[in-house]
Every structure is written in C-alpha cells, then in structure tokens.
C-alpha cells in the first residue's frame, strides 16, 4: 500500500459511508494530477518524500475530510460562543458564591475549622466549575449540531437584559463591598427628540443582591425542610457541660406558613432579578409578604413558649412577653448565672427584644414598600 492509498484510507475513515467513494475518487485524481504536474516540471519521478509533500500541502486527513462533511464544523460556533461564554461566567461566579456562604456558616457554627472550610470552598468551585463548564459546552455542541436556538436568543427584549449582569465581576464587587457602580459611559445617551445629552446612571446593582437573597433563600429553605442540618444548633454550653435544645410545638404548628412565605419571597427576589422595571408590583408583594411575616412573628411571639433547655433531667423553659421588655434587666443581663437557669433566662431575654425587633422592623417595611407602590 503506498502513500496515496495510506492518505486516502485516512480521509475515508472520517467520512459517511455513502459517500466514501465519491470523495475517495475525487481526491485521488486530484493527488495523482498534482504528482503528473509536479513530474513534468521536475523532468523525473518522485521521491517518497516529495509525494509526502504534496500531500501535506493538500492537507491533513482529518482537515480534508472535514471539508467534505456536512453540518456543523465546530463544537460551538461564533455565534453561540458568547452565550457559552456567558453560562460559564456567571455559573462560575454563583458557585464561588454559594461556596463562600457555606464556608461561612460552617466557620460560624463551628462545624468546621477555617483551614478545612476553606479546602472544601476550593474543592466545591472546582468540582461545581468543572459541571458548569461540562454541561455549557454540552449544550452549546448540541444546539450547533441541530442548529437549535431557544427563544431568549432570538427573542429578547431589552427590559431582560439586567440580569447579564450575572457574568460582570465588577458588578459582583460593588454589590460585596457596597459601592455605588457607573451604569453606563453616560456620554452617549440620546434623547427622543434627538438631542445628545449626558446621562449618568449610577447606582449599586438591585442584582447582586437579588441573587445572594435567592441563595441565602435557597440555603433556609433546605435547612428548614430538613435536607441537611448545622451541627451546633442543638446545644448549648453552660457552667456544667451542654444543654440540650428543643423546639416548642409553636414552631412546627408554623412550619408550612414559614415554608410558604420563603417560597413567595424567593419568587420576589427572583422578580427582581429579571424585571427590576416592575417597582409597584413588586413592592406590592412585599407588602404582602412582609404582612404575612409579621403574623408569624407575632402568633410565635404570643405563644410565650418558643424553646426548651433540658440538661441531666432538669429543663427550663426560653418564653418570654412584653414584661421582658425592661431596660434594667437588658442591662443586668451580663450578671446572670451561666447555669441551666441563667441561660435560660437570657435567651429569654435575648429572643424577647429580638422578637420585638423583627416586628418593628417589618411594620417600616410595610409602610416603606407601600410608599414605592404609591410613588413607583
């Protein structure tokens, strides 16, 4: 077998049977002109090496043959590219996210050391990155190979455009560090009558903080569901060793509300992200949300009974009411005994103030978000 037999066996094998020999004969008489031509200017056979040549100037087998096969010729063409490129940057930025908050929480709670939460941040990006990567490219070879476009590729609008934002790492730290961000260039603006003017939108990006509440959302949801749970919470040290914690039945008589009201607020914050143009609807949900909020809190705050501490057969109830409510005993409430009583009756104190809290700050929220409905 010779050196034409040994190209052509190569171009052949990338090719679809039905058309083998149809390509095979063609590019054979195509070689065989050129080592004719070649042999008349030289006035003498070819040498082995000059034949190989002249193959490589025709081109590799798997090129050649590429040339003559249908459909798409690469893996992820010009056009689809930016949006792979997208996917991948803003999944990427999400996982370094997600990684970062669970880092966070199991330094917090102590269920692991720094060095170690650490390990597992950096493991959990490569791994997750490693599948978004994977799993872009794989879609983006399948929609070039069908010539598949989805309708947010061709159908978009302008109004969606916020959320591509997601892939800006600028942006991602403005929103970390809580600077305010230059929008746009702000030279070149034009109004509709025509007239070039300045415009300089500035502003921390509504975004990134939509996007750490569907996170940190996400994580209370599954936590408080029951898919994975904080080693810590249920206990806690006093004089003699750890009490152990327990929830009252208010808590579970509310389980499905609170479900409930993170599911409607994770559609919120979700609302944000992608039609930040829509102001008075959504502070119209949050009016509703946080109205529905402050009837959790507060049915679980007149409950009284909210936790109980029981350590060697003794137990201790953490209730409290709006006697508690006392700036004497606020102050007073680093003299108390570190015993099964004493920390009873300072998480009591604790969760009083808290509780009230959480319900004057949801009555400001009301009223701030039913300004927005009212001015937009």
């Known amino acids: 077998m010779d050196l034409i037999d040994h190209y052509l066996n190569a171009v052949a094998a990338q090719l679809p049977q039905g058309e083998r020999d149809d390509i095979v004969a063609e590019l054979r008489d195509l070689i065989l002109s050129r080592f004719e031509a070649k042999e008349e200017e030289l006035g003498r056979a070819l040498t082995d090496a000059e034949r190989e040549a002249i193959l490589r100037e025709i081109g590799h087998p798997l090129v050649v043959a590429g040339r003559y ?5 690469s893996l992820i063409g010009p056009e689809l590219f930016p949006w792979w490129l997208f996917a991948v940057k803003a999944g990427l930025m999400l996982m370094v996210a997600i990684q970062v908050i669970v880092a966070v929480i199991h330094i917090v709670t102590a269920s692991s050391d720094v060095g170690q939460a650490i390990s597992q941040a950096i493991n959990g990006v490569i791994e997750g990155g490693l599948f978004i ?27 969606d455009l916020p959320v591509y934002n997601l892939s800006d790492p600028d942006r991602w730290s403005e929103t970390l560090q809580g600077r305010t961000g230059q929008a ?26 939509a996007v750490f509440s569907i996170i940190a959302l996400l994580f209370f949801m599954s936590w408080w569901s029951g898919l994975w749970s904080v080693s810590g919470l249920d206990s806690i040290a006093i004089t003699d060793g750890r009490a152990q914690v327990f929830a009252s039945p208010i808590w579970q008589a509310n389980f499905v509300p609170i479900m409930l009201l993170a599911i409607g607020q994770l559609w919120i914050e979700t609302i944000r992200l992608f039609r930040p143009q829509w102001v008075r609807f959504r502070a119209g949900l949050e009016v509703i949300a946080s109205g529905v909020a402050l009837a959790i809190v507060w049915t679980i705050f007149q409950y009284g009974h ?20 006392d700036f ?17 009756s300072t998480l009591s104190l604790i969760l009083t103030w808290v509780g009230v809290a959480v319900m004057i700050s949801l009555v400001f929220s009301i009223g701030r978000h039913l300004w927005r409905v009212v001015r937009g």
């Open 184 to 209: 746009t260039s702000g030279q070149a603006a034009r109004s509709s009558s025509g007239v070039w003017r300045a415009q300089s939108l500035k502003g921390r990006w509504p975004g990134g903080e």
């Open 306 to 325: 909210w936790f109980t501490l029981t350590e060697k057969g003794a137990s201790v109830r953490i209730a409290g009411d709006w006697a508690l409510l």
């Open 328 to 344: 004497d005993r606020l102050r007073a409430m680093s003299d108390s005994a570190r015993d099964l009583i004493g920390a009873g």
């Open 69 to 73: 096969r249908k459909g798409a010729q």
């Open 133 to 159: 990567i994977g799993a872009a490219t794989v879609a983006g070879a399948l929609f070039e190979h069908y010539g598949y476009r989805p309708g947010f590729m061709t159908s978009w609008r302008v109004k």
